[in-house]
């Protein structure tokens, strides 16, 4: 089929990028997840586990991978809650107005997640919309202060960013799904619920897990969200990184958080790539 | 007739388009019906019409004393075997026919039974477990066959099963079929485009033709007395004669004969001639009795000669340049100009319709 030199002419590209921009970078921060910062404020290159050994005693750190982690979570189940039925009425439900409704669930994908971020500010804010409209109608006398600046705020708003994350791979599964296979189910006897559960969810389930995959993976890594909703008490993990990067000047302990949390994210991966495996049925 | 399903006077449009006018056709229990069409005629609409995948637009279907069509698909004791099979993907071949079971809450211990000798009745029982994907289209075939039959319907629907299927299984999937139909008594409604298949499987073959029902007969009688110009063309190979009529006598391109009946009508009709009904002289072995009216000979010149197997086609020019097609045993190398002969009962008067 291919020779050997163009195999290796159009593999040399893709590798060459990863090479230089990933796995080097990777090499270097792995290599500072062992180092120490001096009491002058200058990085050592002493060899210890010591960063990895602060990670695991001091409850901080552990605490806000948790909360991270419980975030993460709400998100995905969220998206999916969300996510779900509206890939469902699209692939569905909707016939002629399909595109159309599909382009509105891709719109938002368009605009800036500073935007979008600015916006639940805005929305959520202590003289924001929300408040503004529910002191308009006396349901509350003074604006209520826990919307903004809380883990609530922060899954709202990453419930919003990354739904359509979730939307797109269920909507892809369903659109997969033969529709002469639905046919079948209720020529057997069974009623459209049962249709459902029992041919098209389970055909479904590849997309739902990518999503919730996508959902989850990146609402870990955020760090955006809870820097401009998250206020103290919504503090995710990636913003003590960059704090460790930056005002701290703690590199060394930062690069082992950021190597415990692609641990647990490859682990992750691994780990859904082999359930999707088995729920393959090609 | 005692009918089990009774289609009255169905339509059905798409968007603007009439698939299907006037459809009117009753289905006797445990009769075995063929949908026969070209596509684009409307038999898999009228197939999913009684499946309930599709509203007629007007007219309505029974069965028995229940009204079908305004019954959602689940709630019909109809079955379907789909043109692509349709097998669940993620269930075992156990479990897809056991579906249908499940569903209608058979009991537990009465399941594993049940699929068993559906399997056996198909040869198919060391297959159990395996998913759909593992197996062959004739085995998947078979699967699917089954399942909708382990439900014991009223009525079996089959959409094209063996188009997919390549010319040797598929003929012994017909005879599977068959037998397998008349194992179960169940009726079968059969759909499909291929007129041979139609002939070998059917007790009546039903042609439609442009949304609207040609002729409906049994295979024989559909063939020996095409009631159309289109029938008489679809299933099998014709000569059409159109023909001058006076006085009981037809004439086309030079040649003459007596019309059975009493009819005295004048004016233009148009006769069906097989091929096999003509005989080349000389060839014919003596004894054998001709219809009544004694046969009708005429001379023609041989303009080709197709062999075969055990019968040669002839392209033959009659006088007036017009060819016939004539079908005799296998012979050897013909050449110029010989005589013919058919029997008047064989020339079937057929209606010259065009699609409405």
């Known amino acids: 089929m291919y020779t050997r030199a163009y195999k290796a002419t159009v593999a040399i590209p893709p590798l060459l990028w990863v090479t230089i921009f990933l796995l080097i970078p990777y090499a270097i921060l792995f290599c500072y997840s062992f180092w120490q910062v001096s009491p002058l404020q200058v990085i050592v290159h002493a060899w210890s586990f010591d960063n990895y050994r602060e990670l695991v005693r001091n409850p901080v750190y552990l605490e806000v991978l948790f909360r991270s982690m419980r975030i993460a979570g709400a998100v995905t189940i969220l998206a999916l809650l969300l996510g779900y039925p509206l890939a469902y009425f699209l692939s569905f439900c909707a016939t002629r107005r399909k595109d159309l409704f599909y382009q509105l669930v891709i719109i938002p994908l368009w605009v800036s997640y500073l935007v979008r971020g600015y916006a639940w500010k805005t929305i959520l804010g202590s003289d924001g919309v929300l408040n503004g409209f529910l002191q308009y109608l006396h349901i509350t006398s003074h604006p209520v202060e826990f919307f903004l600046y809380s883990p609530f705020a922060v899954i709202l708003t990453l419930t919003h960013i990354y739904t359509p994350f979730t939307f797109l791979p269920i909507y892809a599964s369903l659109e997969h799904v033969p529709r002469n296979l639905v046919e079948a189910s209720q020529d057997l006897g069974a009623s459209p619920f049962r249709t459902f559960w029992h041919v098209v969810f389970p055909l479904s389930l590849p997309g739902v897990l990518a999503g919730a995959t996508f959902a989850f993976v990146l609402t870990l890594g955020d760090f955006l969200a809870p820097l401009l909703v998250g206020g103290p008490s919504g503090i995710m993990i990636s913003n003590i990184v960059v704090s460790l990067f930056g005002a701290a000047y703690n590199w060394p302990l930062g690069a082992a958080i950021s190597f415990g949390m692609l641990v647990l994210v490859v682990a992750l991966l691994f780990l859904v790539e082999r359930v999707e495996k088995k729920l393959s049925f090609s | ?356």
């Open chain 2, 1 to 356: 007739m005692n009918s089990l399903l009774s289609i009255r006077d169905v339509a059905k449009k798409f968007q603007n388009r009439e698939v299907l006018r006037g459809i009117s056709l009753d289905v006797a229990s445990g009769e075995f019906l063929t949908i026969l069409g070209e596509s684009g005629s409307g038999k898999t609409t009228l197939l999913r019409l009684i499946a309930g995948f599709e509203q007629p637009d007007s007219g309505e279907i029974w069965m028995a004393d229940e009204r079908l069509d305004t019954l959602p698909p689940h709630r019909r004791h109809v079955n379907t075997v789909f043109q692509s099979y349709a097998l669940f993907p993620h269930l075992s071949v156990f479990e897809n026919i056991a579906y249908g079971l499940r569903v209608q809450h058979v009991a537990k211990a009465e399941i594993p039974s049940r699929v068993e000798r559906a399997l056996a009745m198909v040869k198919m029982a060391e297959f159990e477990h395996s998913p759909p994907s593992r197996l062959s289209g004739g085995q998947q075939q078979r699967v699917a066959l089954v399942r909708a039959l382990v439900n014991r319907p009223q009525v079996l629907l089959l959409d094209e099963p063996l188009s997919a299927l390549d010319a040797n299984l598929r003929r012994q999937m017909q005879i599977e079929l068959k037998l397998l139909q008349r194992e179960v008594g169940i009726t079968f409604i059969f759909v499909t485009h291929d007129q041979e298949e139609a002939m070998a499987l059917s007790d009546r073959i039903a042609l439609l033709r442009a949304g609207v029902l040609e002729q409906v007969a049994s295979p024989r009688e559909i063939y020996v007395r095409p009631a159309t110009a289109y029938t008489a063309k679809f299933i099998g190979q014709t000569n059409l004669l159109r023909a001058q009529v006076s006085g009981g006598v037809a004439t086309a391109s030079g040649i003459s004969w007596r019309i059975a009946g009493t009819s005295s009508e004048s004016g233009v009709a148009t006769f069906s001639l097989r091929p096999e009904c003509i005989r080349l002289l000389g060839q014919f072995a003596p004894g054998v009795r001709m219809a009544d009216g004694g046969p009708v000979r005429f001379r023609a010149r041989i303009k080709t000669q197709t062999f075969g197997g055990a019968t040669d086609l002839l392209e033959v020019a009659l006088s007036d340049e017009s060819s016939l097609r004539v079908r005799i045993p296998s012979h050897g190398s013909l050449q110029g100009e010989a005589e013919f002969e058919f029997a008047p009962a064989d020339a079937v008067s057929v209606r010259e319709s065009e699609p409405n």
